[in-house]
């Protein structure tokens, strides 16, 4: 089966501090997803990855940025926390196009800036 | 823009009774179609999903889904409720051309009595 691995299952952060929240695939997967996920808003796509130092703007990019230097890894990179930030992360990653294939997620990485 | 709704924040059901959840999408085209599962503090586990072909799928855990292009939906069902299932429940589509993503529904947390 695809691993998806987040380093991190539960972060506590001050204001202001520069965060990595880092994810790592293990099937070749070309394409790469961070999500926020918060209660009664489902998921949101933050930004998103076809390839290697390839990214996309999601829906909700303000705020963060991303690095995909090697295939198996996608880093989504607070630049400046806020505590509007509080919330899930969650890394997926698909084969090919997601449509058919869907996503495999990771655990998720729960993030408190104070 | 494809869009997902989960008219239902919240569902209540008794153990051994059956579960139904809505789940209804905005697209020109046909769609790629999923249900994720969430448990408490883990990532989405892929229910089922459809492609083509028979409107009836089957997934994992006992779950089923039926698409209806009439009605743009993709109900979740399942006849018999265990414990276990309760969690959190996500609807997703997903485009045909390449380099799309999925878009999510709010979910549907669903709790069961015993």
């Not at chain 2, 209806?68 to 485009?95: I, M, T």
Request: proline share 4%; net charge positive.
């Amino acid at each position: 089966d695809v691993k998806v691995t987040q380093s991190s299952r539960y972060l506590v952060k001050r204001t202001g501090e520069k965060v990595f929240l880092e994810c790592v695939q293990d099937m070749d997967h070309e394409n790469m997803f961070w999500y926020r996920q918060d209660p009664g808003l489902g998921l949101r796509l933050i930004y998103f990855s076809y390839d290697v130092k390839m990214k996309e703007k999601g829906d909700i990019p303000e705020g963060y940025s991303v690095s995909r230097e090697k295939k198996e890894r996608f880093s989504l990179i607070l630049e400046s926390a806020s505590t509007n930030q509080t919330s899930m992360y969650l890394c997926a990653s698909s084969l090919g196009n997601p449509g058919p294939y869907g996503y495999t997620f990771g655990s998720g990485t729960r993030l408190t800036v104070v | 823009a494809q869009s997902v709704t989960q008219p239902d924040i919240h569902i209540t059901v008794s153990e051994g009774a059956s579960l139904e959840l809505r789940c209804n999408y905005s697209y020109g085209a046909t769609p790629y179609l999923f249900w994720y599962v969430q448990s408490p503090g883990q990532g989405l586990q892929l229910l089922l999903k459809y492609f083509s072909g028979d409107t009836l799928v089957q997934g994992i855990k006992g779950f089923e889904a039926e698409f209806k292009r009439s009605q743009s939906s993709f109900n979740l069902r399942k006849p018999s409720v265990h414990w276990s299932d309760a969690a959190e429940y996500f609807c997703a589509v997903g485009q045909g051309a390449a380099g799309n993503k999925l878009t999510f529904g709010g979910g549907t947390r669903v709790l069961v009595k015993p």
